[in-house]
C-alpha cells in the first residue's frame, strides 16, 4: 500500500476538508472555551511551570489566550529543523512569532532561547484528529511524533470535538495522549 493511500492519510484528508469547512467564528468560539478549560484543569497545571504550546494554523485551536490568563507561566514554542525535527524556545509574547516553515508562525532562532525538552513539564500537542484512547493524528511529518518518544512530562491533545474520531489505527510506536481538551472539557485517556 502507498504511503498516499494508508488508513491514516485518508483519514487526514477527510478530516482537513470537514475542518475547512467549519467557520472561523466556530473555531474562534471553541478556542476560548478549550483555553478556559485548560485554565481551570487542575489536573494539567498542579506541577506544570513551562508548557509547550503552538500557534494556530489554518482551520486550528488558538491557545494564545493563556498568555494572558495564566501569566506566571513559561511559554515555549515549536521550531521546525530538517528531519522532522522540532526544538522548543521560551517565547514571552504571541506577537513575537515571526512566520516560517509552511507559513506557520514560529520563534526566532536568533531571539527565543532554546529550552531542552527535560525542562518542559507539559506539551499541549495539536492533532488534524484524536482518538477517544488519546491516539493523535498529526499533519503527516513526524515532528510530534519523534519528540513525544522521548517526552517524559504530560502530553495533553488540542482538539475541536469534531477532531475526536474513533477511526484512527494506531501502531505500536504511536504515542498516546494522556489528556484530550475539548471545548467540552478535559478527559484522561488514562486507563482505570
Known sequence: MSKKNTPKSSLRKKMRAHLSKI????????????????????????????????????????????????????????????????TFHHIPSPEELTPGMLGIREPDIQQHTEVALSRIDL?????????????????????????????HGIACGIAMTDQITDDILHEAHDIHMDYLVTEQGLQSTKLP
Open 23 to 86: 467557520p472561523q467564528t466556530s473555531i474562534d468560539a471553541a478556542s476560548q472555551q478549550i483555553c478556559h478549560h485548560i485554565v481551570h484543569a487542575d489536573a494539567l497545571l498542579h506541577r506544570a511551570q513551562t508548557i509547550a504550546i503552538f500557534a494556530a494554523h489554518g482551520p486550528e485551536v488558538s491557545l494564545e489566550h493563556l498568555h494572558h490568563d495564566l501569566p506566571e507561566k513559561t511559554w515555549v514554542y515549536p521550531l521546525c529543523h530538517a528531519h522532522s525535527r522540532l
Open 123 to 151: 506539551i499541549l500537542c495539536p492533532g488534524v484528529a484524536f482518538g477517544h484512547d488519546g491516539t493523535r493524528l498529526g499533519q503527516g511529518g513526524g515532528y510530534y511524533d519523534r519528540i513525544l518518544h522521548s517526552f
